[in-house]
């Protein structure tokens, strides 16, 4: 199976900061990777997939980039509600993988 | 706005077997679009991509369960399930299902269920 290791883990930042998360896959996924956003006691939320398409109705400040084995989720201009887990999916080969997930936090 | 709904027991005891029933509204099963998936999630831990069924009835299932595991489609309610025999307390979490769509480049997860929590406990 293709394993996920995704960084960092936690991190803190302030409101109007931008900050990236990567994760990195242990053979080509050929850009077949998501990011969700998880707040607190929710489901989570499609925020991009492909590597770089912004789902409908997701503020562009979030946005994707990648290819091959790595890849990077950007947040610009950090809101306090951005406050959440974030986790990548691949679905190139099944089982699909989920990242371990980023905590972020809004200082 | 397709909407997922969870439904099933929230305790099960060990080694017996959990049912979970995810009713689907506002968009049909029955579509060659999408694989209608299950995701779960340990108290406090990550997510787990458990498998995903298709109105055809064709499923891929997580190897790591796919002995215990059954996941099925009723395109006449709607619905479809998830059926986990032989639970053990590690089976303990909050099952989500979801929508995964067939897009010409991958099978993002756009639409989930709020999630139950299954507690697996004598």
């Known amino acids: 199976a293709i394993q996920m290791t995704q960084s960092p883990s936690s991190l803190s930042a302030s409101v109007g900061d931008r900050v990236t998360i990567t994760c990195r896959a242990s053979q080509d996924i050929r850009n077949d990777l998501s990011w969700y956003q998880q707040r607190p006691g929710r489901a989570p939320k499609l925020l991009i997939y492909a590597a770089s398409i912004l789902q409908s109705g997701v503020t562009p400040r979030f946005s994707g980039s990648g290819s091959d084995t790595t890849y990077t989720l950007t947040i610009s201009r950090l809101q306090p509600e951005d406050s959440a887990t974030y986790y990548c999916?691949?679905?190139?080969?099944?089982?699909?993988?989920f990242g371990q997930g980023t905590k972020l936090e809004i200082k | 706005q397709v909407q997922l709904q969870e439904s099933g027991p929230g305790l099960v005891k060990p080694s017996e077997t959990l049912s979970l029933t995810c009713t689907v509204s506002g968009g049909s099963v029955n579509s060659n679009s999408y694989y209608w998936s299950w995701i779960r999630q340990p108290p406090g831990k990550g997510l787990e991509w458990i498998g995903y069924v298709h109105y055809s009835g064709a499923t891929k299932y997580n190897p790591s369960l796919s002995s215990r595991l059954t996941i099925s489609i009723d395109t006449s309610k709607n619905w479809f399930s998830l059926r986990l025999t032989s639970v053990t307390t590690a089976d303990t979490a909050i099952y989500y299902c979801a929508r995964a769509y067939r897009s010409t480049t991958n099978c993002p997860l756009d639409f989930w269920g709020q999630g139950i929590l299954v507690t697996v406990s004598s």
């Open positions: 999916l691949q679905d190139y080969d099944y089982p699909s993988i």
